[in-house]
């Protein structure tokens, strides 16, 4: 078991590796130049730019070096977790990660326990439902969920809640009262999902042959549900809520705009559409290693929902 | 819409966003098609009865919160508006007929050949951390900008040629250029140019980015989360307001929070859900409903720029003719292009300057649609035969097929570009569409394509001189093909500080330009405020830029 996760930490490590080197080369290879989005102005608006000012400010982001000294200086920083700072702003990148993360993580977190609960809850109900078409109508609705885009669904939210009720602010983060609707805009496409997933194979499940013992020899049909097909039925919907994870990251970037909250979703699109390499870097280091650790996280979790589950380090 | 109670100033906005313009060699210019500027408005009128009420805490919803607090690193409008309230500048422009008028400076003198200015200062303003402004701290804070170099890209650029300020006496300060520099007085009144404590000067850019400096304005920084919140508060013994302010004391509301809320359709619904009390850029999508709701007001400015251009590549072997240039423009239908693409956000170019530019000159009898015109001059230059595709061809079977390279990205300019596709193609001319996704930081006789466009506000006319001069061969429009009357006139304006005889040359360079087919004005950009009925006092500087000290909460 240590030696599996210490082989997993490895792997780890090299799956960082090649993000960083990917978005590295990418960065470089990609049309762009950051110093002519800093000189133009992020307005987007077309000015005269003086090609001597262009190459000061080059030479003082490091961009005249060539691309593999940029790469090693990279590297090596990025093993003492220091990230330089960012061209936009010059402030330090870790500050200005470090301030966008609560927000973000406060999102993500109540996001996934949103789809946690609905999702488990949702599943877990409509295979209590009497008839199947009554089952299977439950779980097609929520492909609805599934379809809706983030974008439009954030729009509809405050339309109705924040400027028709005013029930919550349409922007900002920091109280809960602004975390609600963002976290239900986040959360819906997911909780359509989970519980497609989870109603599927609890109906498998629930078609098992131990499931029919149970029901034989009493064992109500919430009882069979809930203490001997959910675990067996799991599996999957765990293996994807470890996959939506990722997915709810990628998500704030949309609902952080439309709700105008500060993080890491925002602060993505912005580093992106400014050329902001050192940002990016960093952020693409953070997401890697977020896909790890989770990856690993639910790994670990297997073997205690299922104890038929063994993990070995070999072939990992 | 009355209100008595209108500032003196009320009007115009102005330009924001790179002015650039000037000096230095700004260059390279063509740049994005259509995009938006931030812009600038003014409001002007509003509809808030009764006195001012003191206190209260204004909330206005930005476009996009900037991340630099330093209106002299980030010439951007968001960054500008913030730098208006916390820092004052020696002077302040009208915003009804942009003369310069003085504000920390009481007034100036310039040399004969115009590279000294003398300014006499006030003295009784002190900044927020207690320093006094006086002639040391001009010195200090234009050796700063010149110190600062690209990371001001405007301030240096309107410093470029600065030999050294000298301090004369405690409150009189001389600017010494090595050229004439006319220009340089307009430039003291924009936010590039803002008066900071000494002590604040030595702070690393990053920081001061982040507020980390104290300056004269009406507000101090409470804080700042870069992209998201700024909050101010009042100072209570402000008493040095811009001329143009009705309000010569401390500002009215007791604290203002700006907040980025970068979504139009999520700005304007916080707004009439009361949310927020002021927003800017009201979004084109939304502009009629709030115009018709009449609980609130909108304060809709034309940025004092540019106006936004095709500008035909003189350097291109299908545009070195002046009629095929002129052609272009006359086959251009500017109000279809507006009502189909910019609805309420801008309106028709009438010349090279947008309407509430200082310098502008009314050109819309030449900046007309005439396609007839059009194909007549297409005729005289040449472009006489029509292909079977439609297209115009000269004596040796070239086809007049243009290419306009520009930043994809923008669906108004893309959308923008494909009606003057489908206009200039019933004249016979081919436009093929090349978006990029970042154009090249080249010099302009590499420019790609034949028709470039770009955008730049300024209030002052100076803003064409860059790039329609051969001074600066590398971002000339006329790259290699220097016109020398025009020339003459730029350069000039350099050397003229009489601001009637300003205008007088701006205007036959800005007839130049539009008869030698130089430039293709489309539109003028415009910026809509909106915010409620209850809100009293709102106005804008020449810029468009909200004087917040001004406004008041009535309930």
């Known amino acids: ?316 | 819409m009355p209100s008595s109670r209108l500032p003196a100033p009320r009007r115009l906005s102005g330009p924001k966003g790179w002015t650039t313009a000037t000096a230095t060699a700004v260059a390279l210019s063509l740049v994005l098609t259509g995009c938006g500027s931030d812009g600038d408005q003014d409001a002007s009128g509003n509809a808030a009865a009764g006195d001012p009420v003191d206190g209260g805490t204004v909330t206005y919803g930005f476009t996009e919160a900037p991340d630099c607090v330093d209106s002299r690193q980030r010439p951007q409008l968001n960054s500008r508006t913030i730098g208006r309230q916390l820092a004052d500048t020696l002077t302040e422009q009208d915003p009804a007929t942009g003369e310069v008028l003085p504000w920390l400076a009481t007034s100036w003198s310039v040399s004969d050949d115009v590279t000294a200015f003398t300014f006499e200062l006030r003295d009784d303003v002190t900044f927020s951390d207690g320093e006094t402004f006086d002639a040391e701290a001009v010195k200090a804070n234009f050796d700063a900008v010149v110190e600062l170099g690209a990371l001001a890209p405007q301030g240096s650029s309107f410093l470029a040629g600065y030999q050294e300020s000298v301090v004369e006496d405690e409150f009189v300060v001389t600017v010494r250029f090595e050229e004439p520099n006319a220009q340089f007085l307009q430039a003291t009144a924009t936010q590039s140019l803002i008066q900071l404590s000494p002590a604040s000067l030595g702070n690393e850019p990053a920081d001061l980015c982040q507020g980390d400096f104290a300056g004269s304005g009406p507000f101090t920084l409470e804080s700042f989360t870069p992209d998201s919140t700024v909050e101010l508060v009042r100072r209570d013994d402000y008493a040095w307001a811009s001329p143009i302010a009705e309000n010569q004391g401390a500002a009215h509301v007791e604290r203002v929070v700006l907040e980025g809320i970068p979504e139009g359709s999520v700005r304007q619904g916080s707004l009439t859900s009361g949310q927020v009390d002021v927003i800017e850029s009201v979004p084109a999508s939304g502009l009629a409903q709030l115009e018709s709701d009449d609980r609130f007001t909108v304060d809709s400015v034309v940025l004092p720029a540019i106006a936004i251009p095709y500008v035909p590549l003189v350097h291109s072997p299908k545009l070195g003719d002046a009629d095929t240039r002129r052609a272009l423009s006359l086959a251009l239908d500017r109000e279809a292009i507006v009502s189909a693409v910019y609805n309420g956000v801008s309106q028709p170019a009438t010349g090279v300057l947008t309407s509430t530019n200082p310098g502008h000159l009314d050109q819309s009898d030449e900046v007309r649609y005439d396609p007839e015109a059009a194909e007549e001059l297409l005729d005289r230059a040449g472009w006489d035969t029509v292909g079977d595709d439609g297209i115009r061809e000269n004596a040796d079977g070239e086809r007049l097929s243009l290419t306009i390279t520009y930043a994809s990205g923008s669906p108004e300019s893309e959308q923008q570009h494909q009606l003057a596709q489908q206009q200039w193609a019933e004249v016979g001319i081919e436009l093929t569409l090349d978006p990029v996704a970042e154009l090249p930081l080249v010099q302009m006789d590499e420019y790609p394509g034949d028709i470039a466009t770009w955008s730049q506000t300024r209030a002052d006319v100076d803003v064409i001189r860059l790039v329609y001069s051969s001074f600066h061969p590398e971002m000339s429009m006329l790259y290699n093909h220097p016109d020398e009357e025009l020339d003459a006139l730029l350069s000039s304006l350099q050397t003229t500080v009489d601001s009637e005889e300003r205008l007088e040359i701006a205007e036959q360079a800005q007839r130049r330009i539009i008869e030698q087919g130089y430039s293709v004005p489309v539109y003028d950009r415009v910026w809509a405020y909106g915010y409620p009925n209850e809100l009293g006092g709102f106005a804008t500087d020449i810029e468009g830029k909200a004087l917040l000290n001004e406004v008041w909460l009535t309930s």
């Open chain 1, 1 to 316: 078991m240590t030696r599996y996760v210490l082989v997993r930490l490895v792997n780890g490590l090299f799956v960082l590796w090649a993000a960083l080197t990917v978005s590295f080369l990418v960065l470089h290879l990609v049309p762009g130049d950051p110093v002519s989005v800093m000189l133009r102005g992020a307005g987007g608006e077309g000015s005269a730019v003086d090609p001597a000012a262009a190459d000061e400010l080059r030479a003082e982001l490091g961009l005249d070096q060539p691309v593999h000294q940029q790469y090693l200086e990279f590297v090596w920083n990025a093993l003492r977790l220091d990230f330089g700072t960012s061209f936009q702003s010059g402030e330090e990148v870790t500050g200005v990660l470090s301030r966008a993360l609560p927000a973000t993580l406060e999102l993500a977190v109540t996001s996934l326990l949103l789809v946690l609960l609905v999702g488990v809850t949702t599943a877990v109900g409509a295979s209590l439902l009497p008839t199947a078409r009554l089952r299977s109508a439950v779980l097609s609705a929520t492909v609805v969920g599934n379809a809706l885009p983030s974008f439009w669904t954030g729009i509809i939210l405050l339309q109705v809640f924040s400027f028709g009720l005013g029930w919550f602010p349409a922007y900002g983060n920091g109280e809960f009262a602004q975390l609600v609707l963002p976290a239900i805009a986040l959360a819906l496409p997911s909780i359509g999902l989970l519980t497609q997933v989870l109603g599927r194979s609890l109906r498998t499940a629930l078609a098992e042959p131990y499931v029919r013992t149970a029901r034989a020899k009493g064992a109500s049909r919430l009882r069979a549900v809930t203490a001997h097909a959910l675990r067996n039925a799991a599996i999957p919907a765990m293996t994807l809520f470890g996959l939506m994870i990722g997915g709810i990251v990628a998500g704030a970037i949309i609902t952080e705009s439309v709700f105008s909250r500060q993080g890491l979703g925002r602060l993505t699109a912005e580093a992106i559409s400014a050329h902001d390499f050192p940002v990016i870097r960093a952020l693409v280091f953070l997401a890697g290693a977020l896909y790890v650790a989770v990856n690993l996280a639910v790994d670990l979790i297997y073997p205690k929902v299922d104890p038929r589950i063994v993990l070995r380090s070999t072939g990992a």
